[in-house]
């Protein structure tokens, strides 16, 4: 078994309060230097066999229909070791 | 500023309802191979400045304070380009 991951996150125009939160309560936990925060979500798809073309294409197909609102969050698809 | 990022997975131990729901439904949608599907959250965290070590250690105790329970999760620190 490979594993693909897929990486969901909100797109920029996007607002965030949940990254926005963990970014307010930085300073009050004594965390400096911290700027924006983003959060989202992260799939790791175990599929059979070798990774090829038509493998990465169907979990770009998965990650559109299932994993993704496409309106208002883009994904990104990559092989891990 | 640049970005790190907080990838947080269920240990491998822990059940994954969301996952297996997700692995559940592919055959039901024409996913033909694929195996098992872990879900789990990625941050993306701006710093300000260069990424150096130290900042690398700040990010990495965000993470255990705020970001993941390291109970039941695991959780690994990069920096994407």
Redesign the interface.
């Known amino acids: 078994?490979a594993r693909v991951v897929v990486?969901?996150?909100l797109k920029p125009e996007i607002l965030d309060p949940q990254?926005q939160a963990?970014a307010g309560?930085?300073p009050r936990?004594g965390?400096e230097?911290?700027?924006?925060?983003?959060?989202?979500?992260?799939?790791?798809?175990?599929?059979?066999?070798e990774v090829d073309d038509a493998?990465i294409a169907?979990v770009r197909?998965?990650a559109e229909?299932?994993?993704a609102n496409t309106v208002i969050e883009d994904f990104r698809v990559h092989v891990e070791a």
Request: aromatic share 6%; proline share 0%.
């Open positions: 078994m990486d969901v996150m990254g963990i309560a930085c936990l965390f230097g911290i700027g924006q925060v983003r959060q989202g979500k992260r799939f790791e798809v175990e599929v059979e066999g493998k169907d197909r998965l229909t299932l994993l």
